[in-house]
């Protein structure tokens, strides 16, 4: 999809995003653009991450360098991420239709599920971790390979968006260390709509929709994908907050011998 592409679609984005809580387009990178991004991704796992800080790399193992599982900021340490995410980029256009305000970009994430890395996402919602006045954020995935649901796909519950936020607590999960406490209501159960994804294909998300992903239990297939955060801009960060936060995780995953 081009940026001329989101223009002209753009009144129906916003119009699914307010309803649903998500979009969801196929395609969004061109089978070249994606061939740049996983050249590049490639580049940044071997090049860069030695050089980052042991709390933005997350292993399954951290003896095992090949159990990568997550990459936070990569914008902030690579000029190719860092464009991915500029003012004229497609991705900051979409977050821009969907919030109806300037978007702030703030991370560029990496997902990995290795084949019978059988750890599922827990239910949540990201706004939790956000801290923000108001809770007006998105998420966007990027799919960098096919991903069927025994890799683990994305789950929404559709409309979730509406109701607030729900209580959380402590899931275990690294990388996603709350969960929704009540989960499982008829509600969640009722409305939940599995997003199996061609590579390319970009889901984007609100930041009070609650969604999950299954463990990876294909046994010979990665499930891989990119992920980028935009706050609107007329949010307010309780920096407090969200450091206390921080650094409260940090120890732990220190403690769990994570980081």
Same mark, same amino acid.
Request: aromatic content about 10%.
């Given at each position: 999809?081009?940026?001329?592409?989101?223009? %002209?679609?753009? &009144?129906?984005?916003?119009?699914?995003?307010?309803?649903? *809580?998500?979009?969801? @387009?196929?395609?969004?990178?061109?089978?070249?653009?994606?061939?740049?991004?996983? &050249?590049? %991704?490639?580049?940044? @796992?071997?090049?860069?991450?030695?050089?980052?800080?042991?709390? &933005?790399?997350?292993?399954?193992?951290?003896?095992?360098?090949?159990?990568?599982?997550?990459?936070?900021?990569?914008?902030?340490?690579?000029?190719?991420?860092?464009?991915?995410?500029?003012?004229?980029?497609?991705?900051?256009?979409?977050?821009?239709?969907?919030?109806?305000?300037?978007?702030?970009?703030?991370?560029?994430?990496?997902?990995?599920?290795?084949? #019978?890395?059988?750890?599922?996402?827990?239910?949540?919602?990201?706004?939790?971790?956000?801290?923000?006045?108001?809770?007006?954020?998105?998420? @966007?995935?990027?799919?960098?390979?096919?991903?069927?649901?025994?890799?683990?796909?994305?789950?929404?519950?559709?409309?979730?968006?509406?109701? *607030?936020?729900?209580?959380?607590?402590?899931?275990?999960?690294? *990388?996603?260390?709350?969960?929704?406490?009540?989960?499982?209501?008829?509600?969640?159960?009722?409305?939940?709509?599995?997003?199996?994804?061609?590579?390319?294909?970009? @889901?984007?998300?609100?930041?009070?929709?609650?969604?999950?992903?299954?463990? #990876?239990?294909?046994?010979?297939?990665?499930?891989?994908?990119? *992920?980028?955060?935009?706050?609107?801009?007329?949010?307010? &960060?309780? %920096?407090?907050?969200?450091?206390?936060?921080?650094?409260?995780?940090?120890?732990?995953?220190?403690?769990?011998?994570?980081?």
């Amino acid at each position: 999809m081009t940026n001329e592409e989101l223009t %002209k679609h753009s &009144e129906r984005l916003n119009h699914e995003f307010n309803l649903d *809580g998500y979009v969801s @387009i196929p395609a969004f990178f061109s089978a070249e653009e994606l061939a740049e991004i996983n &050249e590049n %991704k490639e580049r940044f @796992i071997r090049d860069v991450v030695p050089t980052m800080p042991e709390s &933005e790399v997350y292993y399954d193992d951290k003896s095992d360098l090949s159990t990568l599982k997550q990459l936070q900021l990569m914008w902030k340490y690579d000029s190719f991420f860092d464009n991915l995410m500029a003012p004229d980029s497609k991705l900051s256009q979409l977050a821009e239709i969907c919030l109806e305000d300037k978007a702030r970009k703030v991370n560029m994430q990496y997902f990995n599920k290795s084949p #019978n890395s059988n750890t599922p996402t827990p239910p949540h919602q990201d706004g939790y971790f956000f801290h923000l006045i108001p809770n007006n954020a998105i998420t @966007i995935w990027v799919a960098l390979q096919d991903v069927e649901p025994e890799q683990g796909c994305v789950n929404y519950v559709q409309g979730s968006h509406k109701y *607030g936020m729900r209580a959380h607590g402590s899931s275990g999960t690294l *990388g996603f260390s709350q969960t929704i406490l009540d989960f499982g209501l008829p509600y969640d159960m009722e409305n939940a709509k599995a997003f199996p994804c061609k590579a390319g294909h970009l @889901i984007a998300h609100h930041s009070l929709t609650t969604h999950w992903a299954s463990g #990876n239990t294909s046994g010979d297939k990665a499930r891989q994908a990119m *992920g980028a955060i935009y706050y609107g801009d007329s949010c307010v &960060e309780n %920096k407090r907050s969200k450091a206390n936060y921080q650094a409260q995780l940090d120890a732990s995953l220190a403690a769990q011998g994570k980081l």
